[in-house]
């Protein structure tokens, strides 16, 4: 049974949670509780959980028994376990109200072919279940997955080296990381190669780090990170909070934060932002190129919407501020259609941090893989070859490689520079910059497609005025 094959039986048992009112997202979190206990035995780790609590112990109650014990179980993993397996179980409770819903799952988990899912890797299994449950519109999850495409594209341009710091200060279900402890460990035969055996040990216990706020979010976090073998910390909170000010010193930065603005439009509660906003994306790229060490080396590459591009006001300021205090080489354009709303345009800032706060950009390179493209999405999803081009033309991130491939005879090219004077020149140092013509975006929609991006639009206009009717009774309370 391939891993594909054992995600898409355990996805199905959602359909047997339905009756008890169980959604997508707690159907996963439910499972992370249950496959952490079948994954110690499995794995041999069990010395770690009270015998009492033990995979075999589960599976040998029913009924009402298996319901009150498994409570007990999450209630005293949370209270009384220690290390991950606290994290992962602190304040948990089970949605699952029918025992013999409980009792089907567990059966189900315990025939499944655990060889062949230990021989394909069992990380690689639980992320299948990530993935499943981002590309499910009804869970809501797509705010937490980033396309595994697109991760690996950032990862491979970025090239974490062993020994550095990595961190992905809003990392979901922490894909960034674990792509970037994948890249690592395949360059350095899993680690067996590093002779240092406290070098080993930072890779396994510092290298990786992260931080996230909703609590869901993080259980899944910290399971992804033990399947792959990384114990470093992975914070439960809020980047733009005060505990942020402590994520300091990082070689590199990996990360999708979210977008929007603060809930009642008010400004960031960090305290050391020189530019303090409500805005999420502008304050989350302030702490990112203030946590990057200032040593010319240190880098990051982040996904942000386009109004980072063109925000007057505190946004102008701190665009300004990037191109100074770091070397923004390279934005990529990115399609629509590849994030969980069809609507949100996105691009990737790539950037250095220099040595000195001042003068470090001197050309953008903007890639354009948004206009001229098919619409993606379920049907049509993103692979890794529409990036083949970008990454050409990227170069490995040696500015005196890149070869512009505009010319009179070409006005559609992909790739253009523009000159740091160039950009101060535009209004308010817009960064939103474009120049291919392309057809009428319907052009390249099937109507299917059409129908689905019109349903979406609504959905988010309902969701807009309800935000907006909740504002306006908040205000006259």
């Known amino acids: ?151 690996d594209v950032m990862t491979k341009l970025m090239k974490p080296q062993v020994g550095e710091r990595c961190n992905d200060p809003a990392c979901g279900t922490f894909g960034f990381m674990i792509a970037a402890h994948q890249y690592v460990a395949e360059r350095t035969d899993n680690f067996f190669d590093i ?20 609590h869901d979010t993080h259980r899944l976090a910290l399971m992804n990170a033990m399947l792959h073998d990384i114990a470093a910390p992975i914070t439960l909170g809020d980047t733009l909070s005060n505990i942020g000010k402590s994520m300091h010193d990082y070689d590199l930065v990996l990360t999708n934060p979210p977008f929007g603005t603060k809930k009642g439009g008010e400004r960031a509660t960090r305290d050391d932002f020189t530019y303090p906003t409500s805005n999420k ?54 399609p629509t259609g590849i994030f969980y709303a069809q609507g949100v345009k996105t691009n990737v800032f790539f950037f250095t941090r220099g040595k000195t706060d001042k003068g470090n950009t001197k050309e953008v390179w903007i890639y354009d893989l948004r206009n001229d493209m098919p619409s993606f999405g379920k049907t049509n999803p993103l692979k890794p070859e529409h990036f083949d081009d970008f990454i050409a033309c990227y170069a490995d991130g040696d500015l005196s490689k890149r070869k512009e491939t505009y010319s009179e005879e070409n006005p559609n090219g992909r790739w253009r520079k523009f000159s740091i004077q160039d950009i101060l020149a535009r209004d308010k140092t817009s960064l939103d910059i474009t120049w291919m013509k392309t057809e009428s975006d319907t052009d390249n929609y099937t109507l299917a497609e059409l129908l689905d991006q019109i349903k979406e639009k609504s959905q988010n206009i309902a969701k807009a005025v309800s935000e907006l009717e909740q504002l306006i009774g908040e205000v006259e309370e």
């Open 281 to 334: 994306q502008l304050n989350f790229l302030q702490h990112i190129y203030r946590s990057l060490k200032n040593n010319g080396k240190a880098r990051a590459a982040v996904v942000l919407p386009d109004n980072v591009l063109f925000a007057d006001g505190d946004g102008e300021k701190i665009r300004l501020d990037l191109l100074d205090k770091c070397n923004l080489h390279t934005i990529l354009r990115l």
């Open 195 to 214: 002779a240092d055996a406290d070098l080993a040990k930072f890779e396994k216990e510092e290298a990786f780090t992260g931080c996230e706020l909703v």
């Open 1 to 151: 049974m391939t891993t594909q094959e054992i995600v898409s039986k355990l996805w199905n048992l959602c359909n047997v949670l339905r009756d008890d009112g169980i959604t997508y997202h707690q159907y996963v979190t439910e499972l992370t509780y249950i496959l952490f206990l079948k994954m110690a035995k499995e794995t041999g780790t069990e010395e770690q959980i009270p015998e009492k609590y033990h995979w075999d112990k589960l599976k040998a109650k029913s009924g009402v028994e298996l319901k009150k014990f498994y409570n007990e179980l999450l209630s005293e993993l949370g209270d009384n376990g220690t290390g991950r397996i606290r994290e992962i179980y602190q304040g948990a409770a089970t949605n699952i109200d029918e025992p013999k819903n409980l009792e089907k799952i567990i059966a189900t988990i315990d025939s499944l072919d655990w060889y062949s899912a230990r021989e394909e890797g069992l990380g690689n299994l639980y992320e299948g279940l990530l993935e499943k449950n981002a590309n499910e519109k009804k869970s809501g999850a797509g705010q937490y997955f980033t396309p595994r495409v697109l991760i």
